[in-house]
C-alpha cells in the first residue's frame, strides 16, 4: 500500500455519545424524542420558533457540562502529531473536538455555541440562550438563530471539504450512522478520488459497504487503538 500522508476524519455523533450527549437515530436518541421536520428545518423555525428555540437552548447548555472523551483526546494527538495533511470534518454542532485540543476541525453542519444573526449575516460566539430574542452584539437586531445546518440547507465549507478529499490518501469515518448527505456520500468521493477508507464505528453503518474496512466498537476503545 503506497504511504499514508493526507487524512481526512468525518465525525459523527457517535464519537461524542460515550461523552453524554444524545446520538440522533440511536434508541433513545434525539430524533426519537423529536420529530425532525419540527425543529430541524428552516420551514420550523418559521413556523415555531419557540420550539426550535427550546430544543437548541435545552442542548446548548447541556454540551457545556460535558467533556471530551478518549476518542476526542487521541484524534487531538493525531492532529498534534501526524506531520501531513489532516482535517477532522465533523457533522457534530458540539466543541467536544477543539476542547480537547484538536486544532484541524471544520464544522461541517455548524456550532452549537454560535449564533448566526439574520440581519447583519455575522456569526457571533453564544453560549446562552436564545428564545428571549436576545441582541444581535454587532448590529443590535432581534434576530439570532442558531448556527447550524438543517434538513435542505447547505453545509458549510464544502470546497474546503472536496480539495481535502480529493489530496486524501486516508478517509476515516467516525461513529456516524451514514444518514445524512452529503457527509454520507464522502466515503464513496473519497474512494473515487483514490483514497483507502476505514469506518470506526459502533455498528455497521448505512454505508459499510463501500469502505475498504470496518471496526465495530465504542469509540472510546476504537479510536484510541486506532491513532496508537
Ligand atoms: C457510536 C457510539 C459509540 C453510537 N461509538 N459509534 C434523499 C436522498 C439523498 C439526500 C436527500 C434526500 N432527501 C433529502 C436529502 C438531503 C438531506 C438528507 O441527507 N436527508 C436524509 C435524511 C436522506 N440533507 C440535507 O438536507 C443537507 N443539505 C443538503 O443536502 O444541501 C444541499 C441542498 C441544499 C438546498 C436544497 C437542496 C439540497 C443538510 C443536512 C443537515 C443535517 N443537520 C443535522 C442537524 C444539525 C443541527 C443539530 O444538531 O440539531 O445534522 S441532522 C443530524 O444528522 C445532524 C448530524 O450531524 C447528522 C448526522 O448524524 P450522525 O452524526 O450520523 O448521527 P446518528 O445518530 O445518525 O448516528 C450515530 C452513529 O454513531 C450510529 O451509527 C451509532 O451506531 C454510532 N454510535 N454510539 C461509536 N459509543
Sequence with gaps: MAAIRNIVILTGAGVSAESGIDTFRDAGGLWEQHRVEDVATPEAFVR??????RFYDMRR??????????????LARLDREWPG????????????HERAGAKRVLHMH??????WCLACDVRSRWTGSLIDRPPC????????RPDVVWFGEMPYRMDEIFAALREADLFVSIGTSG??????????NARELGARTLELNLEPSQGTAWFDA????????????WVE
Excluded: M, S, W
Excluded at 415555531?48 to 428555540?53: A, G, N, Q, R, T
Excluded at 447548555?61 to 487521541?74: D, L, M, R, S, Y
Excluded at 465504542?218 to 484510541?224: C, D, F, G
Design 85 to 96: 495533511e489532516l482535517l477532522i470534518v465533523t457533522q457534530n454542532v458540539d466543541d467536544l
Design 48 to 53: 415555531d420558533p419557540d420550539l426550535v428555540f
Design 61 to 74: 447548555a447541556a454540551i457545556q457540562t460535558k467533556e471530551p472523551n478518549a476518542a476526542h483526546v487521541a
Design 137 to 144: 452584539p454587532r448590529c443590535g437586531e432581534r434576530a439570532l
Design 214 to 225: 470496518a471496526r465495530h466498537g465504542p469509540a472510546t476503545r476504537l479510536v484510541p487503538e
Design 110 to 115: 455548524g456550532e452549537h455555541l454560535n449564533a
Design 179 to 188: 444518514a445524512v448527505y452529503p457527509a454520507a456520500g464522502f466515503v464513496r
